[in-house]
């Protein structure tokens, strides 16, 4: 038996899930640039994408 993944569970906690990934996400990339890391360097070692740089400039910007 073959079941779609919006069957086994619901959308509102994908959604959440997703979100819960991208809080996390944002908060270890916080955390290295909180050990001064630069995130223009991560970004040149394509550690980071742009969208990534872009989102913790925002970030920083907001929190600072």
Do not use: G, K, N, R
């Not at 779609?4 to 996390?24: A, K, R």
């Amino acid at each position: 038996m073959i079941f779609v993944l919006d069957q086994l569970v619901p959308l509102h906690i994908t959604l959440l899930w997703m979100l819960l990934l991208v809080v996390l996400e944002t908060l270890l990339l916080e955390l290295l640039q909180f050990l001064f890391v630069d995130p223009q360097l991560l970004h040149h070692l394509h550690i980071l994408s742009f969208q990534q740089l872009h989102l913790l400039q925002c970030l920083h910007l907001f929190f600072w």
